[in-house]
Every structure is written in C-alpha cells, then in structure tokens.
Nanobody, 122 residues
C-alpha cells in the first residue's frame, strides 16, 4: 500500500504561482511513477503531469505545458507540482497518484491522494 497526502492548495490571483506537494508513505516510493490530475466541478478528471520513477522523465497535459513543472524527491518521498502563470481555468481539486508507469490515463494508477483545492481568482 502507498498512502498519498497532498498539500499546498489555496486561493491565488490569476498570474500567480502555487506549489503543491504530495507526500508518500508505505511501500517503496521510488518504484512508482507519479502523476497529477485535476477535476473541476462538472468536468471530467484531467491529466496534468507525470514523472517516471527512475530518471524522472516528465510528461504534461497540453493545457499546462510551459506553465507547470512536476518534480520528485525520492529521498523525501515527495512529488511536487509547481504551477506558474495560473489562470482561472486552472481552478480544480488536484490529486496526486502513484502507479507502475507514467501515463496520462488515470485508470492506470493504483493509489490516489484525497486531493487539494486550488482556486484561481480573476
């Protein structure tokens, strides 16, 4: 089992930045690829970013490319999502997830956190 706990969400003005953290505990964190997803009210879950476990190859959803950066610290068993140039449409609950491989498909992740709310005001 892997337990994931997100933090760092909050209210920010458009153009601002936030850094989300996802602390992992349980089974070997460094063996898992990590992903971030988000879900806004009334919308489907959307892939945000993912990172492989070994050498940290990153992938991003089209809507966040160039603005968001995913990273991981295996020693601290934590994955981060740095979000710059935030827009009102980035408002959502953000979830981190752990799985065997880095993918944009949410159904391929085995473990999920409880989510953290990000609200971007215009």
């Amino acid at each position: 089992q892997v337990q994931l706990v997100e933090s760092g969400g909050g209210l920010v003005q458009a153009g601002g930045s936030l850094r989300l953290s996802c602390a992992a505990s349980g089974r070997t964190f460094r063996s898992y690829a990590m992903g971030w997803f988000r879900q806004a009210p009334g919308k489907e879950r959307e892939f945000v970013a993912a990172i492989t476990w070994r050498i940290g190859i990153t992938y991003y959803g089209d809507s966040v490319k160039g603005r968001f950066t995913i990273s991981r610290d295996n020693a601290k068993t934590t994955v981060y999502l740095l979000m710059n140039s935030l827009k009102p449409e980035d408002t959502a609950v953000y979830y981190c997830a752990a799985g065997v491989r880095a993918t944009s498909r949410g159904d391929e992740y085995d473990y999920w956190g409880q989510g953290t709310q990000v609200t971007v005001s215009s």
